[in-house]
């Protein structure tokens, strides 16, 4: 089990590849180079918003509004609260993100198998592309040797650029992004008493899973075990672990191997669980 608070987590800026300013926090990531590799942090959009153009990935990514109001699209507005599933393939945005918009995104390798490109393999590669040609709207444009110009997305390039390698796309599983309202689904009782679950949805035929778990204060939620990689974000609460106690935005990765562990709620607290694909 791993534990990491958004006060001690290291953070850092997206580069060049995109328009604006945006700070993150990074909580959480997976092995590099594995297809369950993944990237857990929390965003905060800078003065003067932060945007990108209509795009895709060959990763999955799950969001999480904790302040404010995402567009998506222009036409798919997530409010405080709400749930998005972005799978891998499929297209979303343009992006415009208000300043002040606070977000948690968790990344990671869609059911394809082709799993994500950590975030300082990213930006080593953004560094490099600056020598090529020039980033700009989110754009990347560059001219080769034979004098032809090239414009290809901001984020696909720095993959490109990292692997060398064309990115190469997996036939969509979904037609568009899933929007889900938590407040439309119904609380389950687990049958640990002040415990809670509410499940939003499985995708894919790796069996990824979005929820939340509820423990009212004063009661313990017991992690038991499982058989895929799960990551726990608490957006509000203060819990107590081994000994130790933390309050809201603290990402929790729990994986196959570890045994069961007593979280103690000093207050309600509520969870935002990812169970990540299986392979």
């Known amino acids: 089990m791993r534990i990491s608070d958004v006060a ?22 997976g092995e590099d180079g594995s297809p369950n590799n993944y990237l857990l942090n929390v965003g905060l959009t800078g003065s003067g918003g932060w945007g990108t153009p209509r795009h895709r990935h060959n990763f999955d990514q799950i969001r999480y509004v904790l302040k404010g109001k995402y567009p998506a699209s222009p036409h798919k507005i997530m409010g405080e609260g709400s749930v998005a599933y972005f799978p891998e393939s499929v297209h979303y945005g343009p992006q415009d993100r208000p300043e002040g918009l606070e977000m948690m995104v968790i990344q990671f390798g869609g059911a394809s198998g082709e799993g994500f490109l950590s975030t300082p393999r990213r930006e080593e590669a953004n560094e490099a592309l600056k020598a090529k040609g020039e980033f700009k709207d989110g754009i990347f444009t560059w001219i080769d040797d034979k004098g032809q110009k090239h414009n290809v997305d901001g984020a696909t390039a720095c993959y490109e650029e990292a692997m060398g390698k064309k990115m190469v796309l997996a036939k969509p599983r979904y037609d568009d992004v899933v929007m889900m309202d938590p407040d439309s689904y119904d609380w389950i009782e687990t049958g640990t008493s002040g415990v809670s679950r509410k499940l939003l949805g499985t995708f894919t035929e790796r069996d990824t899973k979005i929820g939340f778990v509820k423990v009212d204060g004063g009661a313990t939620f017991n992690t038991g075990t499982r058989s895929q990689i799960e990551v726990l974000f608490m957006s509000k609460g203060n819990i107590t672990v081994n000994g130790k106690t933390y309050g809201d935005k603290t990402a929790i990765e729990l994986v196959p191997s570890d045994a069961p562990v007593d979280i103690k709620a000093n207050e309600d607290s509520l969870f935002f669980s990812v169970t990540l694909p299986k392979f």
């Open 8 to 29: 001690s987590a290291e953070g850092g800026a997206v580069g060049s590849m995109r328009v604006g300013k945006l700070d993150q926090k990074f909580l959480l990531q």
